[in-house]
């Protein structure tokens, strides 16, 4: 665990000061920016090492003598306070610019990013506030601000967190340290606005607001403050501040005398301000057992950290972001949810609306056949799939297909079925006109060129069996309107059983003009893009152009993951613990992705490019 001191020091000419030389800050005798100012006079003209220098310093900065003293290199991006450290490097052998992964290797990583100042002498070698992390961290983090994080895209093994930002009236991406070094590299960006007060005016940086005195906006310098209040001052900051002193000549005076900082900028009150209530609680994704709880996020004076999750007045679920998939419900049961945000300093906002949530009922038997596919594409691309998930042969002679035209009169004789259709087989009924770029007609269980495969879309298709209507597509005696015209639909995994009322929005999915690769057994078409990893095959189809695809696992277990990132590692969709062979993916936009599979302790990564 991490070894905290407080300091605590007394405000009086000649105080006491944490190991700095006696006199250091004898001039140091203001308030407010005059203090600061007097601070800058202190400890401006510092000796420049060189860039190349840090490492020198490193050797004696940032060493583990505190946690697990075993004199490895100090990573504030790496270090467990908790546990165990994720990795460990070694001072003379770890250095490096290149790495893939965490724990490859460590560099410099500038708390203000030299982007700020142009890579500009003497900040660009500043130890003060360039420790050694992580190089995969390091590179994760950017040039992106330090800040609170409202939902995580990415996560590093200790904890430390990029995603959308908490920070009341900052929209873009931040980087949250582990809570255990806030005030660490709040203490840093405090040093820095007080080091380099004659230039930081001309800095653009989201934290700041282009003065010299106040340097941050108030949001961030709300954040730092909280930072600092929350995490003291550790003897490992103290070793560091005393072997940066040796090396470079001046001393960060916020780690010597925290109470500097709220000399300075204020936050002698600690922060008591609850963040805003979360609104609009919404679910979706209802099943048996689980849905998605959603909210709108909250506000707050510096920064929302969490949301706590009520499941009929009890703590369910805590979460750092504004969505939560809630499990372990029963089916066929209500339950009331609320939710309440809670800041760095332990505020906790008042509960919000009370959303009713209604499981389903237990997943039905499945019966019956079902429409599972319908495709009304160009000229006489017309197919239509039938599932049998019945667990047991059918024979198909007592079914039938039937066409109500342009949404009037009556049904049409009907296309009568022949044989038997297998468990978890499809039967695929194609017009015998089919373009063989779209589906091969002797792939097909029945082409035929009869009527009822001449539909459009406002023609209702009906299956009967032994002449009773049990599943359609389409809206009998809809009128001349179309239900669905030039594209294809493919049944929601969620819906195993047939209907005999038409809802495409809760049991369709729709994809665009002649997408035919989903028919049959939706393997080995042109479309299709498949990966294997000893022998377990997955197939992403589509092609996934149009945003809207599928995954198929040739074998799902419990321990089958899902996730997809874009190419700034926000993370864009995940379902954890998969037991159907078939995931939907809708409505990516325009981008580049990258599909992560677990299976079996096993990581299938592929890219995708939806156009």
């Not at 298709?461 to 015209?485: E, H, M, W, Y």
């Amino acid at each position: 665990m991490r070894k905290q001191l407080q300091i605590l020091v007394l405000i009086i000419s000649g105080g006491i000061y944490a190991q700095a030389p006696a006199g250091y800050y004898n001039s140091a005798t203001g308030t407010g920016y005059t203090l600061k100012t007097q601070l800058y006079n202190i400890i401006k003209g510092h000796t420049d090492r060189g860039y190349a220098g840090l490492w020198t310093t490193y050797q004696t900065s940032d060493r583990d003598n505190q946690n697990e003293n075993d004199n490895t290199i100090f990573d504030l991006y790496s270090e467990n306070q908790s546990g165990s450290d994720p990795y460990n490097y070694t001072y003379s052998t770890d250095q490096c610019g290149t790495y893939s992964i965490e724990g490859d290797c460590y560099n410099r990583e500038h708390m203000i990013p030299q982007s700020v100042f142009n890579s500009n002498a003497p900040m660009v070698s500043d130890a003060h506030f360039i420790p050694p992390t992580d190089g995969k961290v390091n590179g994760m983090r950017s040039d992106y601000p330090h800040g609170n994080v409202a939902s995580a895209s990415w996560t590093s093994l200790n904890g430390s967190k990029l995603g959308t930002s908490a920070v009341s009236g900052y929209t873009g991406t931040v980087f949250e340290p582990n809570p255990a070094f806030k005030g660490d590299i709040a203490r840093m960006y405090f040093y820095f606005a007080t080091r380099y007060e004659n230039v930081v005016a001309g800095y653009t940086y989201p934290m700041f607001n282009k003065t010299s005195n106040q340097v941050f906006t108030n949001a961030f310098r709300d954040m730092l403050l909280a930072w600092h209040a929350a995490d003291p001052v550790s003897s490992r900051e103290i070793a560091r501040n005393n072997a940066i002193y040796a090396r470079q000549g001046n001393r960060n005076p916020f780690i010597d005398n925290p109470n500097y900082v709220n000399m300075i900028w204020g936050g002698g009150t600690p922060d008591t301000t609850a963040p805003s209530i979360p609104t609009n609680l919404l679910s979706s994704n209802i099943t048996s057992t689980t849905f998605t709880l959603s909210w709108t996020a909250s506000t707050d004076n510096v920064g929302v950290t969490g949301y706590d999750v009520y499941q009929n007045g009890s703590l369910k679920i805590s979460f750092s972001g504004t969505s939560a998939s809630i499990n372990g419900l029963t089916a066929s049961t209500t339950y009331s949810f609320t939710v309440k945000a809670k800041d760095v300093a332990g505020n906790v906002s008042a509960s919000s609306n009370t959303l009713n949530v209604t499981t389903s009922g237990s997943t039905p038997t499945v019966t019956e056949l079902y429409f599972s596919e319908y495709l009304e594409g160009s000229s006489n691309n017309k197919a239509l799939e039938i599932t049998n998930a019945t667990g047991t042969s059918i024979n198909l002679s007592a079914y039938s297909i039937k066409k109500q035209t342009n949404g009037a009169g009556s049904w049409s004789t009907g296309i009568t079925l022949s044989g038997n259709l297998a468990n978890n087989g499809k039967f695929v009924i194609v017009n015998s006109l089919i373009s063989s770029a779209c589906y091969s007609t002797s792939t097909a269980n029945l082409s035929t060129s009869a009527t009822e495969m001449a539909f459009n879309g406002n023609d209702a298709i009906g299956l009967f069996k032994n002449g009773t209507l049990i599943d359609i597509i389409g809206t009998f005696n809809g009128g001349t309107a179309d239900f669905s015209v030039d594209e294809t639909l493919r049944r929601k995994t969620t819906v195993t059983v047939p209907k005999t009322t038409f809802s495409k929005t809760s049991d369709w999915n729709v994809y665009g003009t002649d997408i035919c690769s989903g028919l049959g057994n939706r393997t080995g078409n042109v479309n299709d893009t498949k990966f294997t990893k000893e022998n377990k095959e997955i197939t992403i189809y589509p092609n996934p152009s149009n945003g809207n695809f599928e995954v198929i696992f040739e074998k799902v277990n419990a321990n089958t993951n899902i996730e997809i990132y874009n190419l700034i590692g926000k993370k864009v969709f995940e379902k954890k613990d998969i037991t159907t062979p078939t995931i939907q993916i809708n409505n990516l936009t325009h981008g580049v992705y990258l599909i992560n599979i677990t299976q079996d302790n096993e990581v299938i990564t592929k890219k995708i490019i939806v156009q």
